[in-house]
């Protein structure tokens, strides 16, 4: 019986032995894989963003955005719709932190292309779009100090069924 104790001990302490490498982790290198070269490959947001349009109205004009999230990656479609106006149409892509949504917004108007930097808070199923100081570094627009934007209460960007956007 004595036997039994101290081979059963042995097994739960084999099983357990941390010290052993794991074999699953003998392969991982920061230079490949789907995160190659990320340092904060988990970020953890108390916002579950989800894949689908988001509408902003403010009188005449509006303004869409479809979004497609894997991880903490975005991708999608923004468009402004300017009633006395040219129009803003363009392709988002980046990454959401803590409950930021922060992309480069690459958008065509009057025939020029452009790259800005958008940053929306995410509350629920609603965005509201963060505004502040601009400046360009290295041919994109950028907010100054993203630490201190506002974020536009008025005019949300909500949830809806993409089927229902306003052309």
């Known amino acids: 019986m004595k036997w039994w104790w101290i081979s059963t001990l042995w097994l739960f302490w084999a099983c357990n032995d ?24 988990i970020v953890r947001s108390s916002i ?18 479809s979004l497609h999230i ?14 006395e106006k040219d129009h803003n149409k363009g392709t988002i892509k980046g990454y959401i932190r803590d409950s930021l949504l922060i992309a480069d917004y690459t958008f065509e108007s009057e025939g020029i292309t452009s790259v800005r930097e958008a940053v929306f808070k ?3 199923d609603t965005l509201f779009q963060g505004v502040g100081e601009l ?3 290295n041919g994109k627009i950028i907010f100054k100090q993203k630490d201190q934007l506002q974020y536009d ?8 069924d993409c089927q229902q956007l306003h052309p």
């Open 48 to 65: 579950a963003l989800k894949d689908g349009c988001y509408e902003m109205i403010m009188k005449r004009d509006t303004a869409t955005l």
């Open 18 to 41: 941390n010290s052993k490498p794991n074999a699953d982790n003998n392969n991982i290198d920061s230079t490949t894989g789907v995160h190659a070269g990320a340092t904060d490959t």
């Open 70 to 83: 894997q991880d903490t990656a975005v991708s999608g479609n923004l468009n402004y719709r300017w009633a």
């Open 135 to 137: 400046t360009e570094q």
């Open 122 to 124: 995410l509350k629920g």
């Open 153 to 160: 209460k008025t005019f949300p960007f909500i949830r809806v």
